[in-house]
């Protein structure tokens, strides 16, 4: 287990000698690992460092506001509204892996233009030793390590937590003395929301599926589990009221994990994932039925894509 104390005080130093007399900017998305690397850089540079978060339209239900309010002390916090770019970019693409590009290359363009803004030279990211065994690999590749563009206009990016585990992550921040909101927060995949839809990424389906996701995270949140949300898998057959539907079928996956490499799908009680299913299929007249993923990783991934 990581020395939180020593390990952040390594970091601070990291950062200022990585930066020098420069500005950076930090990839902040709400999760504890960029919510950790913004903590330690906010340390090392004050001022030199603006927050950027970026909202994607992928993000789950109330991010923003939560962004907001979280870090309403770093004055230099920047929130971009680059939700309609995002999903232009997404138009037409239903290959997983192209989905982690496209969605790499966006973040990293809207990183460009905050960093000419503010006149900085150097990205700090939250990326984890896991994001870059899977991107190394041939398992996935994570936005901000395999899903980045080749030419990157940063004179050098900062990874401080690269090799730490999400447990261990978590130490940190709580030595850091981020709120439990932040600290104890489920994963939340860089891509958002993307890669729990599989198929082209729509407006349709990021409603369902934030809504979805927000009622499993709600549900389950006493069950404690490693992570917990919603996926929008297809389409199938269905009645509502009198009438026959095509709507799209939801899977819920809760599983419990030490470091994400490897995970069990959660036992549940029945009577929970009945509630579950029908607070979903009554909120959303487009969802024809609910699933529950049963499959441990390996063989399967966590997320969907």
Avoid: C
């Avoid at 002390?73 to 770019?85: F, G, K, P």
């Avoid at 809207?110 to 990326?127: H, I, K, M, P, S």
């Amino acid at each position: 287990m990581v020395d939180a104390p020593a390990f952040a005080e390594e970091k601070v130093a990291e950062i200022r000698e990585a930066v020098g007399d420069g500005h950076a900017i930090i990839a902040l998305s709400g999760g504890v690992d960029s919510s950790t690397a913004a903590a330690l850089a906010y340390e090392a540079l004050g001022e030199e460092l603006t927050p950027v978060y970026v909202d994607t339209g992928l993000m789950r239900k109330g991010e923003t506001e939560q962004i907001r309010e979280t870090f309403d002390y770093m004055e230099s916090l920047r929130i971009v509204d680059a939700r309609e770019r995002f999903l232009d970019e997404l138009a037409g693409i239903t290959d997983p892996e192209e989905k982690r590009h496209a969605i790499g290359e966006q973040f990293i363009r809207e990183f460009e233009t905050v960093a000419r803004e503010e006149d900085a030279d150097y990205l700090v990211q939250g990326t984890i030793y896991p994001d870059r065994i899977e991107s190394e690999g041939t398992i996935k590749s994570h936005h901000n390590v395999g899903g980045l563009p080749e030419v990157v206009d940063f004179e050098g990016i900062v990874e401080p937590m690269r090799d730490l585990y999400k447990d261990e992550v978590r130490e940190v921040a709580r030595h850091l003395g981020l709120e439990s909101i932040i600290s104890e927060r489920m994963p939340f995949p860089g891509p958002g929301l993307a890669v729990r839809i599989v198929g082209e990424v729509t407006h349709e389906k990021v409603e369902v599926v934030r809504e979805a996701t927000h009622v499993v995270e709600d549900e389950l949140e006493a069950y404690e589990p490693w992570q917990a949300f919603a996926a929008v898998l297809g389409k199938a057959t269905g009645v509502k009221g009198d009438n026959r539907v095509h709507g799209w079928v939801v899977a819920v996956r809760s599983v419990e994990s030490r470091d994400g490499m490897t995970a069990r799908a959660q036992e549940l009680p029945w009577d929970v994932l009945q509630r579950i299913q029908s607070r979903i299929t009554g909120t959303s007249e487009n969802v024809s039925r609910v699933v529950y993923d049963v499959t441990h990783k390996p063989p399967a991934t966590i997320e969907y894509e």
